[in-house]
């Protein structure tokens, strides 16, 4: 028999950015809230103090700051035919945990979709005809526009403290920044951070070839800056421990340098970490939440009463709780029942090393949105009636990082191994530079989330099994990428050239990096037949249930999520505040 | 004698004023009260380690021993609760308790001497009403012979008390309201004054040129508050960077360490703007206790950006391990990273305090206009006395700084206290439920 808490208004599912800003957001409602995180609390010192994070052994390759896959992990599949085996180690993504979530331990880069990827089937269609979907694609609009969401990126990227540099600022097209990206009401809170020599000579050939070459969009302070919460973030210093690793520096926002600090001042706010939720528990007609279940650090089970519930978890960690808590009918592609896990779709990304005998670039200066981009090449640039495939890339870059172990990259036939890989690691440390696509990734019916048959996590509660393997359409769009990266390499006139690109015998290897996006699962959408969450990601069932995060993405985007998941958040939590909260009931009519 | 008389007669004026006041009787006037007791920081010292709050037992470190804070909530047994208004304008303003016996002046009552009536009254308005009672004995100060005869602080009462006092609380003059609040409850002079040999502070108002001009606190030096005139140190603070060091501990040239983070944090951050820039005014019509000095000129930057570094030196350990936050200018980024080039807490004669930070780190008070609570880390398991002495010289000699050198010795002294201490200098608030 579980342990009953006493009831609070609003109970928080996971402290990372999403629930950090829902906090922040419902804190001035004077109502109770209590945030359950499964892991420890962190804070920039002592967790992520000078010089012990610098480590890359410890959080860059034995992952320190993640979710251990002996606690939760995920089980895996080409398609629905296959038997699903549980994975021991992660690489192509990296769940965070412990206060700050996977804000903590991100690269920062902060970017808005592009205003045709938010009604991307609409557009595809009415551009291109329906006939360019291919069957099998399940791909959707969001059911929110770019316009409308754009005062949330805003106060989002104010809040992150993002440097960079507007491309378009109410319809007026900037120099210097992205001209292809969607109106904006303002210039970025900071300017952009100093770039690198390959940014230089990037930004130089592909302005040459006539494209249009921009600052990334960064979350590390590129000057002390404090945000509209009265939170201060110090200069980055580029020490490029970014990705896998807490900031030194105050620099990368994170939950942490720009939310908590001002959160943990809100008398009616309040968390309990090494608390792991188990279950949304609904009333008997299952249209009500009653509060959650979780179990505490001494393994006792107990049950939160509370009136509200969000769940700001990571993405795919919403959809099992959901799943796990029976909100909604999990999806089942043979008898095309059911929208829970539907429409999971990752990232595809490719890449070109360019290596220099005479070129020296210092690879100790980076940080880990250290990039400069182009969106030539970007969803909405793309003829996809003529190129034969739906979607887009950016094309960036970047130096994140000198880091020894993950980061010496090698001319192609290179040892891997002994002294011919020494001799080699001597002569091309620090003699090399990328341009890199990172692109879109389509949804489709055979790629989904449902739970696994066999396998168990701790409590006995089934883990979540992935159906996912790449597709001829998105093959298609990263050789596309491939084709156009290419010339632009070649007009540096490199020593050598080693390409990464998916080819059409590529499948889906979730152990080694390649970004760490997961979207989709419980996406949002205008009809509950096809999708789990409304506009303002309630759920269409259980209308004291909200779910925050990239889970809510019908398809992906070219982009890195967090823009998106922050604006989509400040927009949510402005319903709830304004509107769900005054008169709680469904706030979009099935 | 002449002293004494004076305030034994105010305080017979006093009574005839005060005797009709009640609990009970006002809100307006116990709110009133609860910002009256903001002003007087009284939260600070009579909370103790149980982090009850005015339940008293925080050890006030003195030259003879440490003097624990008494239990001020409304319990009637252990706390003030059995007071009447005048016995408590007694205890606060002429530091006599209720029976008779003499606080020792660790009680900051020779600044409280000139709390206006209004004050009083809504201050024992606050504490009857509004302080929930502990009922809870708070530890007995043992001094050492003869301070442990609490009688004998008549005599220093006699022989080191203020002059007159001179209640203004509603001065509308900013300068005279700072007065009032630096004079009188804020008791800045407790710590920013120098002491005697009776450990008396050896000024009590701004006509002394003695008065806040820098003494020391729990081995801490704390600097000059007297911000006329020109010159280094507090001098080159506006009159709104210092109502800002106050409502959020950091500002253009520092950041706020040691005792007075507790004073931002429970008192000057939750003051008006107003009176933060009254005070600020006061300082700044204080002239300064030095005169100006040139800036020496300084080759630090160039020697830290030189391609050769002596790895044993100070430079090279303030490259690699100050410079990511505070910069190879020594300007910092404030207000995220302090500027170390003329900072007080660096230029202070005695290096203890900027040791301190190197060994212990220091954290940032969370305050409503300010929450970020940085914090730099410690150094203690990284740094030996010898490189901490060759650091801290290096930097109290660059960028226009001008303080003696340190030696190793000084380091190992107050290492000694950072492991007594044994506080987790930086952990942050932690959470809690409501």
Same mark, same amino acid.
């Given at each position: 028999?579980?342990?009953?808490?006493?009831?609070?208004?609003?109970?928080?599912?996971?402290?990372?950015?999403?629930?950090?800003?829902?906090?922040?957001?419902?804190?001035?409602?004077?109502?109770?809230?209590?945030?359950?995180?499964?892991?420890?609390?962190?804070?920039?010192?002592?967790?992520?103090?000078?010089?012990?994070?610098?480590?890359?052994?410890?959080?860059?390759?034995?992952?320190?700051?993640?979710?251990?896959?002996?606690?939760?992990?995920?089980?895996?599949?080409?398609?629905?035919?296959?038997?699903?085996?549980?994975?021991?180690?992660?690489?192509?993504?990296?769940?965070?945990?412990?206060?700050?979530?996977?804000?903590?331990?991100?690269?920062?880069?902060?970017?808005?979709?592009?205003?045709?990827?938010?009604?991307?089937?609409?557009?595809?269609?009415?551009?291109?005809?329906?006939?360019?979907?291919?069957?099998?694609?399940?791909?959707?609009?969001?059911?929110?526009?770019?316009?409308?969401?754009?005062?949330?990126?805003?106060?989002?990227?104010?809040?992150?403290?993002?440097?960079?540099?507007?491309?378009?600022?109410?319809?007026?097209?900037?120099?210097?920044?992205?001209?292809?990206?969607?109106?904006?009401?303002?210039?970025?809170?900071?300017?952009?951070?100093?770039?690198?020599?390959?940014?230089?000579?990037?930004?130089?050939?592909?302005?040459?070839?006539?494209?249009?070459?921009?600052?990334?969009?960064?979350?590390?302070?590129?000057?002390?800056?404090?945000?509209?919460?009265?939170?201060?973030?110090?200069?980055?210093?580029?020490?490029?421990?970014?990705?896998?690793?807490?900031?030194?520096?105050?620099?990368?926002?994170?939950?942490?340098?720009?939310?908590?600090?001002?959160?943990?001042?809100?008398?009616?706010?309040?968390?309990?970490?090494?608390?792991?939720?188990?279950?949304?528990?609904?009333?008997?007609?299952?249209?009500?939440?009653?509060?959650?279940?979780?179990?505490?650090?001494?393994?006792?089970?107990?049950?939160?009463?509370?009136?509200?519930?969000?769940?700001?978890?990571?993405?795919?960690?919403?959809?099992?709780?959901?799943?796990?808590?029976?909100?909604?009918?999990?999806?089942?592609?043979?008898?095309?029942?059911?929208?829970?896990?539907?429409?999971?779709?990752?990232?595809?990304?490719?890449?070109?090393?360019?290596?220099?005998?005479?070129?020296?670039?210092?690879?100790?200066?980076?940080?880990?949105?250290?990039?400069?981009?182009?969106?030539?090449?970007?969803?909405?640039?793309?003829?996809?009636?003529?190129?034969?495939?739906?979607?887009?890339?950016?094309?960036?870059?970047?130096?994140?990082?000198?880091?020894?172990?993950?980061?010496?990259?090698?001319?192609?036939?290179?040892?891997?191994?002994?002294?011919?890989?020494?001799?080699?690691?001597?002569?091309?440390?620090?003699?090399?530079?990328?341009?890199?696509?990172?692109?879109?990734?389509?949804?489709?019916?055979?790629?989904?989330?449902?739970?696994?048959?066999?396998?168990?996590?701790?409590?006995?509660?089934?883990?979540?099994?992935?159906?996912?393997?790449?597709?001829?359409?998105?093959?298609?769009?990263?050789?596309?990428?491939?084709?156009?990266?290419?010339?632009?390499?070649?007009?540096?006139?490199?020593?050598?050239?080693?390409?990464?690109?998916?080819?059409?015998?590529?499948?889906?290897?979730?152990?080694?990096?390649?970004?760490?996006?997961?979207?989709?699962?419980?996406?949002?959408?205008?009809?509950?037949?096809?999708?789990?969450?409304?506009?303002?990601?309630?759920?269409?069932?259980?209308?004291?249930?909200?779910?925050?995060?990239?889970?809510?993405?019908?398809?992906?985007?070219?982009?890195?999520?967090?823009?998106?998941?922050?604006?989509?958040?400040?927009?949510?939590?402005?319903?709830?505040?304004?509107?769900?909260?005054?008169?709680?009931?469904?706030?979009?009519?099935? | 004698?002449?002293?004494?008389?004076?305030?034994?007669?105010?305080?017979?004026?006093?009574?005839?004023?005060?005797?009709?006041?009640?609990?009970?009787?006002?809100?307006?006037?116990?709110?009133?009260?609860?910002?009256?007791?903001?002003?007087?920081?009284?939260?600070?010292?009579?909370?103790?380690?149980?982090?009850?709050?005015?339940?008293?037992?925080?050890?006030?470190?003195?030259?003879?021993?440490?003097?624990?804070?008494?239990?001020?909530?409304?319990?009637?047994?252990?706390?003030?609760?059995?007071?009447?208004?005048?016995?408590?304008?007694?205890?606060?303003?002429?530091?006599?308790?209720?029976?008779?016996?003499?606080?020792?002046?660790?009680?900051?009552?020779?600044?409280?001497?000139?709390?206006?009536?209004?004050?009083?009254?809504? &201050?024992?308005?606050?504490?009857?009403?509004?302080? !929930? @009672?502990?009922? %809870?004995?708070? =530890?007995?100060? *043992?001094?050492?012979? /003869?301070?442990?005869?609490?009688?004998?602080?008549?005599?220093?009462?006699?022989?080191?008390?203020?002059?007159?006092?001179?209640?203004?609380?509603?001065?509308?003059?900013?300068?005279?309201?700072?007065?009032?609040?630096?004079?009188?409850?804020?008791?800045?002079?407790?710590?920013?004054?120098?002491?005697?040999?009776?450990?008396?502070?050896?000024?009590?108002?701004?006509?002394?040129?003695?008065?806040?001009?820098?003494?020391?606190?729990?081995?801490?030096?704390?600097?000059?508050?007297?911000?006329?005139?020109?010159?280094?140190?507090?001098?080159?603070?506006?009159?709104?960077?210092?109502?800002?060091?106050?409502?959020?501990?950091?500002?253009?040239?520092?950041?706020?360490?040691?005792?007075?983070?507790?004073?931002?944090?429970?008192?000057?951050?939750? &003051?008006?703007?107003?009176?933060?820039?009254?005070? !600020? @005014?006061?300082? %700044?019509?204080? =002239?300064?206790? *030095?005169?100006?000095? /040139?800036?020496?000129?300084?080759?630090?930057?160039?020697?830290?950006?030189?391609?050769?570094?002596?790895?044993?030196?100070g430079e090279r350990l303030f490259l690699d391990n100050c410079s990511a936050c505070h910069f190879v200018d020594g300007k910092g980024a404030p207000p995220a990273f302090p500027p170390l080039a003329n900072n007080t807490l660096v230029n202070a004669d005695d290096p203890a305090g900027m040791i301190h930070v190197i060994l212990a780190g220091s954290r940032l008070p969370s305050t409503p206009y300010a929450p970020s609570d940085l914090a730099m880390p410690n150094f203690d398991w990284r740094l030996s006395d010898d490189e901490v002495a060759n650091l801290a010289t290096f930097v109290r000699s660059a960028w226009g700084?001008?303080?003696?050198?340190?030696?190793?010795?000084?380091?190992?002294?107050?290492?000694?206290?950072?492991?007594?201490?044994?506080?987790?200098?930086?952990?942050?608030?932690?959470?809690?439920?409501?």
């Open positions: 028999m579980a342990r009953t808490e006493k009831p609070v208004d609003i109970v928080l599912i996971g402290l990372g950015w999403t629930n950090s800003i829902i906090g922040m957001e419902l804190a001035d409602t004077g109502l109770t809230m209590v945030a359950l995180e499964r892991g420890e609390n962190r804070d920039t010192v002592p967790d992520f103090a000078y010089p012990r994070m610098i480590d890359e052994l410890t959080y860059g390759v034995r992952y320190k700051l993640m979710l251990p896959p002996a606690q939760n992990t995920v089980t895996m599949r080409h398609d629905p035919s296959g038997t699903a085996l549980p994975y021991r180690s992660l690489g192509s993504f990296l769940p965070g945990i412990g206060v700050g979530g996977a804000g903590v331990h991100w690269n920062g880069h902060t970017w808005r979709p592009e205003e045709v990827e938010m009604r991307l089937k609409s557009y595809v269609t009415e551009t291109f005809g329906a006939k360019t979907i291919p069957e099998g694609m399940a791909i959707q609009d969001y059911p929110v526009s770019y316009d409308e969401l754009e005062p949330y990126f805003d106060q989002f990227e104010k809040m992150a403290g993002i440097s960079g540099k507007a491309g378009n600022i109410n319809g007026q097209i900037q120099p210097g920044g992205n001209p292809f990206e969607g109106p904006r009401s303002s210039e970025y809170p900071n300017p952009p951070l100093k770039g690198t020599y390959n940014c230089r000579l990037f930004e130089k050939a592909a302005s040459e070839m006539g494209f249009h070459p921009f600052p990334l969009p960064a979350a590390n302070a590129s000057q002390a800056y404090t945000n509209p919460y009265g939170m201060t973030l110090g200069p980055c210093n580029y020490c490029g421990f970014c990705e896998r690793f807490g900031c030194i520096n105050y620099s990368k926002s994170s939950p942490q340098t720009c939310i908590l600090p001002a959160l943990k001042k809100k008398s009616n706010f309040s968390i309990r970490t090494k608390c792991e939720v188990i279950r949304i528990d609904l009333d008997k007609d299952k249209t009500r939440a009653t509060g959650v279940t979780y179990v505490d650090e001494h393994g006792e089970e107990v049950f939160q009463p509370a009136d509200l519930v969000i769940s700001g978890a990571y993405s795919y960690h919403n959809v099992r709780l959901l799943m796990l808590s029976g909100i909604g009918e999990i999806y089942d592609p043979a008898k095309k029942t059911g929208t829970l896990g539907r429409n999971y779709a990752y990232q595809m990304t490719g890449g070109y090393s360019l290596f220099f005998k005479d070129k020296t670039f210092n690879p100790f200066v980076g940080t880990g949105s250290n990039a400069v981009s182009m969106m030539d090449y970007g969803v909405g640039q793309i003829d996809f009636g003529k190129e034969g495939f739906i979607g887009g890339s950016i094309i960036t870059s970047a130096q994140y990082n000198g880091q020894p172990i993950r980061s010496l990259d090698l001319p192609a036939g290179s040892p891997a191994w002994g002294s011919g890989w020494k001799k080699a690691a001597h002569e091309w440390y620090g003699h090399s530079m990328s341009i890199a696509s990172h692109g879109s990734n389509m949804s489709y019916d055979t790629c989904y989330f449902d739970l696994d048959p066999t396998y168990t996590d701790a409590y006995g509660q089934p883990l979540l099994r992935m159906t996912f393997d790449w597709k001829p359409n998105d093959i298609r769009m990263t050789q596309f990428m491939k084709a156009k990266i290419e010339p632009i390499a070649k007009s540096l006139s490199p020593d050598s050239l080693k390409a990464s690109f998916k080819t059409e015998n590529s499948h889906y290897d979730l152990r080694p990096y390649q970004t760490t996006h997961n979207v989709g699962g419980a996406i949002m959408g205008a009809d509950p037949k096809t999708s789990v969450l409304n506009r303002y990601l309630q759920t269409w069932d259980v209308h004291n249930v909200f779910v925050m995060g990239a889970s809510a993405f019908p398809q992906n985007l070219q982009f890195n999520p967090t823009g998106l998941v922050g604006a989509l958040t400040y927009w949510a939590a402005r319903a709830i505040r304004e509107d769900y909260l005054k008169d709680p009931r469904p706030l979009v009519q099935a | 004698m002449i002293k004494l008389l004076t305030l034994s007669a105010l305080a017979a004026l006093g009574s005839a004023s005060l005797a009709h006041a009640a609990p009970n009787a006002d809100p307006a006037l116990a709110d009133r009260g609860a910002y009256v007791a903001k002003l007087g920081d009284c939260v600070a010292c009579h909370t103790g380690p149980s982090n009850q709050p005015f339940a008293g037992g925080r050890a006030v470190p003195s030259p003879f021993g440490d003097i624990y804070s008494s239990n001020i909530t409304s319990d009637p047994k252990f706390g003030i609760g059995d007071y009447s208004l005048d016995e408590f304008s007694r205890a606060v303003r002429e530091g006599v308790r209720k029976d008779g016996a003499r606080l020792y002046p660790a009680m900051p009552y020779p600044s409280y001497a000139n709390i206006s009536d209004d004050d009083i009254k809504a &201050l024992y308005s606050f504490f009857l009403n509004r302080v !929930a @009672a502990v009922p %809870k004995q708070a =530890p007995e100060t *043992k001094l050492v012979w /003869p301070f442990s005869m609490r009688w004998g602080v008549g005599l220093w009462d006699w022989a080191f008390g203020p002059d007159g006092v001179t209640p203004n609380a509603v001065a509308t003059d900013a300068v005279a309201r700072g007065k009032y609040l630096v004079e009188g409850l804020g008791h800045c002079g407790s710590c920013h004054t120098p002491r005697g040999f009776a450990f008396q502070e050896k000024a009590y108002h701004g006509d002394d040129p003695l008065f806040l001009s820098g003494g020391e606190i729990d081995h801490w030096p704390t600097p000059s508050l007297r911000a006329g005139g020109s010159g280094p140190g507090l001098p080159s603070w506006t009159q709104e960077e210092i109502a800002q060091f106050l409502a959020t501990g950091r500002n253009a040239h520092g950041a706020v360490t040691g005792e007075m983070k507790l004073v931002i944090e429970h008192s000057t951050a939750l &003051l008006t703007d107003e009176d933060n820039l009254a005070i !600020a @005014a006061y300082l %700044k019509s204080l =002239p300064a206790s *030095k005169a100006p000095r /040139p800036t020496p000129a300084s080759d630090a930057t160039q020697r830290l950006t030189a391609a050769k570094v002596d790895p044993n030196s700084n001008q303080a003696p050198a340190v030696k190793p010795d000084q380091v190992s002294k107050v290492r000694e206290r950072v492991v007594k201490e044994n506080r987790e200098p930086s952990a942050g608030p932690i959470f809690t439920d409501p």
